[in-house]
């Protein structure tokens, strides 16, 4: 419950259903470590609370949040997974290289879910400052992992519901 407050989106516990029949792929980028470990955290938790069994997890760690893109392609590529969830951190720089990391991310995931038609879970901070990140990585405005999480187990759900 306490999470809950704490997060931006108003996700009600008992909106989120079951997920134990449910194969999920974790993809986390090594860049500012610190913060998207304890994103990835709060994502693994949150699966194993709603039921989901610890060997239908499968994690996979990339450079960088660029990396992000092919990780969830070779992942869908090679197991049959119900989401992807993708977790990152790119923190504005003094160069342009923010702008250019978080559009490819961006357009790369999208892409990635609609050519496997599977979800794939936009879990990247982009924030301007390591204080906004930590914010959202278990501090004041919760840990977003956990809403990465809560938002995989939902679009599996629907996938399920609507395609069988
Ligand atoms: N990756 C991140 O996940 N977060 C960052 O904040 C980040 N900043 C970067 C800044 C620069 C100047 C460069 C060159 C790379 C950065 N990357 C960052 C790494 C990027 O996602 C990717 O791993 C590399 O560009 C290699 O493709």
């Known amino acids: 419950m306490s999470t809950q407050l704490k997060n931006l989106s108003d996700f009600s516990e008992t909106d989120v259903p079951q997920a134990a029949p449910y194969h999920f792929g974790i993809v986390v980028a090594e860049w500012n470590r610190v913060i998207t470990q304890a994103l990835y955290e709060g994502a693994y938790e949150t699966l194993v609370d709603h039921g989901v069994l610890l060997q239908n997890i499968y994690t996979y760690s990339v450079p960088g949040s660029f990396e992000l893109t092919s990780g969830a392609d070779i992942l869908l590529k090679n197991r049959k997974l119900d989401a992807v969830i993708c977790l990152g951190c790119v923190i504005q720089g003094e160069t ?54 809560v938002t995989a187990i939902k679009m599996a759900y629907l996938a399920e519901t609507l395609n069988s």
């Open 96 to 149: 342009r290289h923010f702008e250019f990391i978080c559009n490819a991310v961006a357009n790369g995931i999208s892409n990635v879910a609609l050519k496997y038609s599977k979800p794939v879970i936009f879990g990247v901070l982009t924030t301007d400052n390591q204080q906004q990140a930590d914010d959202r990585a278990g501090g004041k405005h919760g840990n977003k992992g956990v809403e990465a999480a």
